[in-house]
């Protein structure tokens, strides 16, 4: 029963994804959730297949005559022809790869490359970028990730609010084939985590020195918990790892990122002394604010990672 | 004399990493069920991987590199393994069809 | 190192026409997979290795999980019983 009920929405997703919002009102999503009982463990996608049954006839035949017709047809392959002419142009109209003179054409390239080291206190010129010059987009694309967390949070907790046993016995049923009590991939996970996760840490810590920073320490942190979780059970992650734990580090990492990257630029702006020494480049604690801003952004893109996957796996978290 | 003894090992090495890999790459596409290709896809991993590293190390010398190169490895070896296991553990918990079929064409 | 450049090009572009043709979901996330790792090679090949730490780690590693987590979440990984009647609609 459960699992059909789970079919049954899953279908009816489908149809709203195959024919629009308006096309299955809810009189033919009753009509079709009372003819489940009819034909078991079969989804309604494949018995729309049949031309016998009535009511996907209905809900189908007027998105399929639309879709067979030839302007219908015509008018997509000239958007397609259109959109690839489109993108072949801006293609052609790039500078050439390669070629000797692109770099002296751009003179924003110049003087990143040549001002970078002094004004920012970056080895590496990426993270000098898009931590300092340009620290809003990267406010922006924190957010988002956060803004990702919330919206499937909000998502999967439409299964939440069903009954709370039946919840449960779907995470049991889901958790069946998980490979928990496995004693070597246990072994393996308790040897290669701390490890990951000082790999991911390193990334983080120089990402001002060498090649990395805080998305690429924070996703490799995340496949770290990720291999946690799956070799353990959830009560040994949920000792150090909860959905408190979540909330609090994006929310105050967001906070911090926020408020020190306003300072910075309100003091920058206003041409005022804003105190955070640059030190000597090639030194671990150099960069100014580079150091911190790479650890909150790992820190929110590692949580993003693992609570993605877990309300995934698990429906809530 | 020195110079050429290495590149004919460093030559060696990689002939025998290369041919590892491809019958690997061969037997997984030959193999029909997925136990079956474990096998040489598990091959591939650790021990042509492991020739082919060597022949880096011959290659280039031994330097601080070189510790990189077999600390790859060894992760390797560590984690291949274990994908392997779990994935014929999968199988046989899953595909059960697959698994008794297997079981009777290979009886001897 | 330009034949290694069109080896690891060409595989992508067959990687991506083979995402879009397979019908099969789950061996398109694989293909996918190894799209993104051909990609981080390529951005070795082009000396941004920031680009290619991130993309080896996002592309094919984390994003990967999480579009198998969301293909166990649809049942598009199909169990036991599921597979065989689907079998038979097709017939």
Redesign the interface.
Same mark, same amino acid.
């Given at each position: 029963m459960m699992k059909k009920q789970?079919?049954d929405r899953?279908a009816s &997703?489908l149809d709203w994804l195959e024919n629009g919002g308006n096309a299955l009102d809810e009189e033919m999503q009753d009509a079709l959730r009372e003819e489940e009982p009819e034909a078991p463990?079969?989804q309604k996608r494949?018995k729309k297949?049949k031309s016998s049954d009535k009511t996907a006839d209905i809900a189908k035949k007027p998105r399929k005559a639309y879709a067979d017709s030839w302007w219908y047809r015509l008018l997509a392959f000239a958007v397609a022809a259109a959109l690839i002419w489109l993108l072949m142009e801006a293609v052609d109209r790039m500078p050439r790869f390669g070629a000797a003179d692109t770099l002296m054409d751009s003179e924003l390239t110049e003087f990143y490359v040549e001002h970078t080291k002094e004004e920012t206190g970056a080895m590496?010129i990426?993270?000098g970028i898009i931590l300092n010059y340009r620290g809003f987009d990267t406010l922006g694309e924190t957010h988002v990730l956060f803004i990702a967390v919330c919206t499937v949070l909000l998502m999967l907790s439409i299964y939440g609010e069903q009954d709370e046993k039946k919840r449960l016995a779907q995470g049991a049923l889901?958790r069946y084939?998980e490979?928990h009590h496995?004693v !070597? @991939?246990q072994s393996?996970a308790r040897? @290669?985590t701390p @490890?990951i996760l000082i790999f991911g840490l390193y !990334?983080i810590a120089n990402g001002h020195l060498s090649?990395?920073?805080g998305?690429?320490g924070g996703?490799?942190l995340?496949?770290g918990l !990720?291999l946690y979780q799956n070799a353990f059970e959830y009560r040994k992650i949920e000792k150090f790892f909860t959905y408190k734990t979540f909330k609090w580090v994006s929310v105050c990492s967001l906070l911090f990122y926020s408020l020190a990257k306003g300072y910075h630029f309100f003091t920058g702006a206003n041409h005022l002394d804003s105190h955070i020494s640059i030190g000597t480049p090639g030194n671990i604690l150099s960069g100014g604010l580079l150091l911190p801003l790479n650890f909150v952004v790992g820190c929110v893109v590692a949580c993003t990672?693992y609570a @993605? &996957?877990t309300m &995934?796996?698990k429906g809530e978290f | 004399m020195l110079e050429y003894l290495r590149q004919a090992v460093f030559a060696f090495l990689l002939l025998a990493g290369l041919f590892i890999q491809v019958t690997a790459v061969i037997g997984v596409n030959r193999f029909r069920f997925s136990v079956n290709r474990l096998h040489p896809a598990g091959m591939a991993d650790t021990l042509g991987l492991l020739l082919m590293a060597l022949a880096a190390v011959v290659y280039a010398g031994f330097s601080p590199v070189t510790l990189k190169i077999l600390l790859i490895v060894a992760l390797f070896w560590i984690t291949s393994p274990v994908c392997s296991h779990l994935i014929a553990r999968l199988v046989r918990e899953t595909d059960e069809k697959h698994f008794e079929a297997e079981a009777k064409e290979w009886k001897p | 190192m330009e034949a290694l450049n069109i080896i690891l090009l060409l595989f992508m572009i067959v990687c991506a026409v083979a995402v879009a043709a397979t019908r099969n979901l789950l061996a398109a996330v694989i293909t996918f997979m190894a799209q993104g790792l051909a990609m981080s090679v390529v951005w070795i090949l082009l000396q941004s290795p920031d680009l290619a730490i991130t993309e080896a780690a996002v592309g094919a590693g984390v994003s990967s999980i999480l579009m198998f987590a969301a293909l166990k979440k649809i049942h598009a990984i199909r169990e036991k019983g599921e597979a065989e009647d689907d079998e038979k609609a097709e017939e």
């Open positions: 789970k079919n899953f &997703f463990g079969k494949e297949k590496n990426v993270t889901e084939f490979p496995d !070597i @991939l393996a040897l @290669l @490890l !990334i090649p990395g920073g998305f690429s996703a490799v995340g496949a !990720i990672m @993605l &996957f &995934f796996r | - | -």
